[in-house]
């Protein structure tokens, strides 16, 4: 079977449509030597559209094309944490549960206390999930995304990275994203999987 054709990067600005300055950071990290300029949403004023999607590349797509409103191509992500035991929750909801003020000491401690009624069923195995969406002001889109397994750990551990990261043990590792390296963390995310598929569609070369 032919593999199908995915559209080219060539632009020298890319918009990151995200208003999460962590994931920011990360995309940046990841993009570094493949694009000229990379501005955010929030750099540009853009509005922070609403996530009206039912799956994680809806809403990857969703908030893509609303940044292509600045006249540039647009990547956005859209991501989350599954925790088998709690039926795939927070999922899309991941965000949310942190509340208005992005709390995500409140969002980790409503995960351990929805386990508390499952405490039979540990060690808690979960995923996080990231969707890329990089959109074009004609419309176009390609999206691709990315996992990686672990398992959740209580009390949080570490201040690097950002949301639940103090929480997550990835698969094979005895400490969690939040006390990773950030370098380690890009190695293997599920951001950082999820680059490489969209880096070898649109990117290479
Ligand atoms: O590597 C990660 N390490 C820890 N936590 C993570 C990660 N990746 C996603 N997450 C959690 C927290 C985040 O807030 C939520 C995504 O929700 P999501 O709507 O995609 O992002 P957001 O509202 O924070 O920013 P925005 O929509 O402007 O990109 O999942
Ligand atoms: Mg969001």
């Keep these: 079977m032919q593999t199908p054709a995915h559209r080219p990067f060539r632009e020298t600005t890319l918009v990151v449509a995200s208003h999460n300055p962590g994931k920011v950071r990360e995309i940046a990290e990841l993009l570094k030597g493949r694009v000229e300029t990379v501005r955010s949403a929030g750099e540009l004023n853009l509005p922070e559209p609403e996530e009206t999607g039912d799956t994680f590349i809806a809403n990857a797509v969703l908030k ?12 956005a992500d859209d991501s989350g944490l599954a925790v088998d035991a709690l039926e795939g929750a927070p999922g899309l909801y991941s965000a949310r549960w942190a509340g208005p003020d992005k709390d995500f000491a409140l969002a980790m401690d409503k995960v351990r206390q929805e386990l508390e009624a499952r405490a039979a069923e540990a060690p808690f195995t979960a995923r996080f999930v990231c969707a890329l969406a990089l959109a074009w002001p004609d419309g176009h889109v390609e999206a691709f995304e990315g996992t990686v397994e672990g398992t959740l750990v209580f009390p949080p551990r570490g201040d690097q990275g950002f949301g639940y990261d103090p929480i997550f043990q990835p698969t094979g590792h005895a400490i969690t994203f939040g006390e990773m390296d950030p370098a380690a963390k890009h190695a293997m995310s599920h951001r950082a999987q999820a680059f490489r598929r969209l880096t070898a569609a649109c990117f290479a070369g």
Aim: charged share 10%.
């Design 64 to 75: 893509a094309r609303a940044a292509t409103a600045a006249g540039h191509p647009a990547l």
